[in-house]
């Protein structure tokens, strides 16, 4: 497609289980981020992918987090032992890191994630 | 690490009166820095960037901002807001392999 995919675009779950959450990045895109949108808390970065590269992973709030990035391309984001607190709108963004005065996002409509 | 503030989180104006948002950052690096805006039920896009020369930056839709670097400042204006300016309003500053985004403003336009 013509944009950043994410999937599902809701999910409701119950606390203590895990969730996964879907991305795809744009074609092409090396770059891909993970943020968390909380009520009235702005953009939280998670983590970020680079090509190859070892991703920075400083944003996770917990171990309960994590997120890989298969064949450069499409990314998963678990949280495991869901907690309320958890509940967020998640967005995916990616961006074509080699044109270095282009740092332009491009996000996806996130997955509205509510923990009961 | 990099932060921005952005003050009046909740910001109601009529249609044709002057919008100011006020976005301060923080970071030691070479400063770029960037306000995206979400239209209602709409992704999160672009609407201006900064990166050097000329501080005073023009964007999409009428929309400006200025850089100063003395203020660490970085406000977004517009002379006379429409209806469809109605949306959520991030400050951003880039550094250390990501944007850190303000808690951003909500405007709300009445026709």
Redesign the interface.
């Known amino acids: 497609g013509a944009g950043v995919s994410q999937s599902p675009s809701n999910k409701v779950t119950e606390k203590g289980k895990d969730v996964e959450l879907r991305c795809d990045p744009i074609s092409g895109h090396t770059a891909l981020y993970w943020y968390r949108q909380s009520l009235g808390q702005g953009l939280e970065f998670l983590i970020y992918f680079q090509g190859n590269s070892a991703p920075d992973k400083s944003g996770l709030p917990s171990d309960r987090f994590s997120a890989e990035r298969t064949g450069g391309s499409v990314s998963t984001l678990t949280i495991q032992r869901t907690q309320q607190e958890d509940s967020a709108v998640y967005l995916c963004a990616s961006s074509n890191a080699q044109l270095t005065t282009n740092e332009k996002l491009f996000f996806g409509s996130g997955t509205q994630l509510s923990v009961l | 690490a990099q932060s921005v503030s952005?003050h009046n989180?909740h910001v109601i104006l009529s249609e044709a009166a002057s919008l100011e948002l006020g976005c301060n950052y923080s970071y030691g690096g070479t400063v770029?820095l960037?306000w995206?805006v979400q239209y209602p039920g709409?992704?999160?896009?672009?609407l201006l960037?900064y990166?050097s020369g000329d501080p005073l930056v023009k964007g999409i839709k009428g929309f400006e901002a200025e850089f100063i670097k003395s203020k660490f400042s970085f406000n977004l204006r517009k002379p006379s807001v429409q209806w469809s300016d109605t949306a959520e309003y991030?400050c951003?500053v880039?550094g250390?392999?990501?944007?850190?985004?303000?808690?951003?403003n909500q405007v709300v336009v009445i026709p």
């Open positions: 952005q989180h770029n960037f995206y709409q992704h999160l896009q672009l960037k990166f991030f951003a880039k250390n392999n990501r944007l850190a985004f303000g808690k951003g």
